[in-house]
């Protein structure tokens, strides 16, 4: 039998304790495309951390993760810092937040608008450089004049704080990301895995290797028409323990220490030893 991987232990715990403790929301704000509630059941708060450094990958083989997609959405976020819907679209081949256009092809001053307002990679980068050991490194989209500047969707993912350890002649970059909420089902895996990216775009940057990489969830939830996918999922763990040979998928990326984080790119990355079981789940996005 082979033994699962970190995230799936996670994922295992999450779902069971939804299905144990989970709360069901009252007047949600998210709709699906025919107008009615989205509603879901969620726990609060959840917290999970890997260590890189040793092999833990925040990913799962219960189903296929899009991990391009969901490193050009940084790119778009963090390097273009950009709200522009078409050049998601024109130049990254993204088409999943067009929903939350805002009627003219943005989505506000929200995400990648809010970085480059108040120069917020520049700054990370510039005090992770200059002052390694220092306790403020933090990124937060959490700008409340940003929101009401523009209507737009309040960013879920919307925080970074990095700490530095130095082991021996290592520099390790540890990173925590903060959620306010997560469609956990939908987004979840794919969250983490481009914050890794994400953190490992800095990491070489800045010289250092990738520690710790932890997440903070406030609300995790999954919408009642999720359900099914849920269950699905859980019925591929039987699966994934029969395999005869245990995957460790891994991330890499290709760029040599003291790459400009600007310069680094989806087609940088690797991901190895990563064997999904199939088919890809269909999850409609609430809006």
């Known amino acids: 039998m082979t033994e699962l991987n970190k995230a799936e232990k996670y994922l295992i715990e999450n779902l069971t304790r939804l299905a144990n403790e989970g709360c ?15 509603y879901s059941a969620f726990i609060s708060p ?10 833990e990958t925040p990913i799962t083989e219960l189903r296929p993760i899009a991990i391009k997609s969901a490193i050009r959405e940084i790119e778009w976020i963090y390097k273009e810092q950009s709200n522009d819907l078409k050049l998601l679209r024109d130049n990254y081949n993204i088409n999943w937040w067009n929903d939350f256009d805002i009627g003219d092809d943005s989505i506000g001053i ?26 403020r490194h933090i990124l937060s989209m959490w700008q409340n ?4 500047e523009s209507d737009g969707l309040n960013p879920c993912c919307y925080q970074t704080m990095f700490t530095v350890r130095k082991v021996k002649d290592d520099f390790f970059l540890d990173m925590t990301l903060t959620s306010r909420s997560s469609d956990y089902l939908t987004a979840g895996h794919i969250n983490r895995m481009q914050y890794l990216a994400f953190q490992m775009m800095i990491a070489k940057h800045t010289s250092m290797k990738v520690g710790k990489f932890n997440m903070l969830t406030q609300n995790l939830h999954v919408y009642d028409n999720h ?3 849920a269950i699905e999922m859980l019925k591929r763990v039987e699966e994934l323990k029969s395999r005869e040979v245990q995957s460790q998928p891994k991330l ?4 040599h220490d003291g790459t400009n984080f600007y310069d680094i790119s989806e087609k940088d990355f690797e991901l190895i030893d990563y064997n999904p079981i199939l088919p890809q789940l269909k999850f409609e996005l609430a809006v």
Do not use: Q
């Open 145 to 148: 004049e940003d929101f009401k």
């Open 227 to 229: 359900s099914d996918n």
């Open 24 to 38: 069901m929301d009252d007047n949600p704000r998210p709709k699906w495309k025919d107008g009615t509630p989205a």
């Open 46 to 55: 959840v917290f999970e951390t890997y260590d890189i450094s040793k092999g």
């Open 110 to 135: 929200r995400y990648g608008a809010t970085v480059k307002k108040h120069d917020l990679m520049n700054n990370l980068l510039d005090g992770l450089m200059n002052n390694k050991f220092g306790r």
């Open 252 to 255: 890499i990326l290709n760029v």
